[in-house]
């Protein structure tokens, strides 16, 4: 899985701050250092209606107890600024799904914790409470240091419902995380992807990302049971296929023209 092509470009995502790009590995957003910060965002807003994102991830360190802070996926109607909340700005517009390893605070429930904050444009993240006043789904999940692959699969119909599942027990075993009915997502929206380290830190990388349109009308129900998704769906790092396919025509076309040759050699004898 190619992250980047020979001049260490994505054609659909970019990054930045500490973020560090180990080709055929993964995209490191932070080393296991302190104060660092690294995002990874996508260059062009999600323009279809309804939609599941799907990403791997991997948060591991050398601490036995202490790590941190974690890492957050948002859909916001900004993109590719650093800030304090999980190294993306304040005050941000949109969806954010915090994946939070150290408690600032504490709380009737474990960490990680995974939670949700919708953000209007001017609300403060509640730094000090872990998020406590913005909370509006959240769920504990030991995700860090697995030895099965962690992986967010996000399903969001608009005006509807969004649903967080996370598979980290188990092979293809999904863990539903929480379902925010009726959650409005800012129609021009960027993915992005970012981590922070304070005094305490991680390793905090991705693996893959991939996105999908689901073309089905959601079920009355807040369970998703069988959705089609649309041929024109897109594996964003997913790019060994087209390459497969380029190398394909590549090699139609390297025959063709030998057979040319050949034909305008046999030709000339005559
Ligand atoms: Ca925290």
Same mark, same amino acid.
């Given at each position: 899985?190619?992250?980047?092509?020979?001049?260490?470009?994505?054609?659909?995502?970019?990054?930045?701050?500490?973020?560090?790009?180990?080709? +055929?590995?993964?995209?490191?957003?932070? !080393? =296991?250092?302190?104060?660092?910060? @690294?995002?990874?965002?996508?260059?062009?807003?999600?323009?279809?209606?309804?939609?599941?994102?799907?990403? #791997? $991830? +991997?948060?591991?360190?050398?601490?036995?107890?202490?790590?941190? *802070? @974690?890492?957050?996926?948002?859909?916001?109607?900004?993109?590719?600024?650093?800030?304090?909340?999980?190294?993306?700005?304040?005050?941000?517009?949109?969806?954010?799904? $915090?994946?939070?390893?150290?408690?600032?605070?504490?709380?009737?429930?474990?960490?990680p914790y995974v939670m949700a904050m919708v953000g209007d444009g001017t609300t403060?993240?509640?730094? =000090? +409470?872990?998020?406590?006043?913005?909370?509006?789904a959240g769920c504990e999940a030991d995700i860090r240091s697995k030895q099965v692959?962690?992986?967010?699969?996000?399903?969001?119909?608009?005006?509807?419902?969004? #649903?967080?599942?996370?598979?980290?027990?188990?092979?293809?075993?999904?863990?539903?995380?929480?379902?925010?009915?009726?959650?409005?997502?800012?129609?021009?929206?960027?993915?992005?992807?970012?981590?922070?380290?304070?005094?305490?830190? =991680?390793?905090? *990388?991705?693996?893959?990302?991939?996105?999908? +349109?689901?073309?089905?009308?959601?079920?009355?129900? !807040?369970?998703?049971?069988?959705?089609?998704?649309?041929p024109s769906s897109s594996s964003w790092f997913g790019l060994l296929f087209i390459?497969?396919?380029?190398?394909?025509?590549?090699?139609?076309?390297?025959?063709?023209?030998? !057979?040319?040759?050949?034909?305008?050699?046999?030709?000339?004898?005559?």
């Open positions: 899985m190619p992250y980047i092509d020979q001049d260490f470009q994505s054609r659909w995502f970019d990054f930045g701050a500490d973020t560090v790009i180990n080709t +055929n590995k993964h995209v490191r957003l932070t !080393y =296991d250092r302190p104060s660092q910060t @690294g995002w990874l965002w996508s260059r062009l807003p999600i323009t279809s209606t309804n939609w599941q994102v799907e990403f #791997e $991830f +991997n948060i591991d360190g050398q601490h036995p107890t202490l790590h941190g *802070d @974690g890492m957050a996926v948002w859909f916001t109607s900004e993109r590719a600024k650093v800030g304090p909340v999980f190294g993306f700005i304040d005050k941000f517009e949109g969806l954010g799904i $915090f994946i939070d390893t150290y408690a600032n605070a504490r709380h009737p429930h474990s960490f403060e993240y509640d730094h =000090d +409470n872990d998020g406590k006043k913005n909370e509006v692959a962690t992986k967010a699969r996000i399903t969001y119909y608009k005006n509807t419902y969004l #649903e967080v599942k996370l598979q980290y027990k188990a092979w293809d075993q999904w863990e539903p995380c929480f379902t925010i009915p009726n959650v409005t997502i800012p129609s021009v929206a960027y993915l992005g992807f970012t981590a922070l380290t304070g005094e305490v830190s =991680d390793n905090h *990388d991705i693996i893959s990302v991939t996105t999908n +349109n689901i073309v089905s009308v959601p079920p009355r129900s !807040y369970k998703p049971s069988i959705r089609q998704q649309d390459l497969k396919l380029i190398a394909t025509f590549a090699f139609l076309s390297v025959l063709v023209l030998v !057979y040319r040759m050949y034909k305008n050699q046999s030709n000339k004898r005559f």
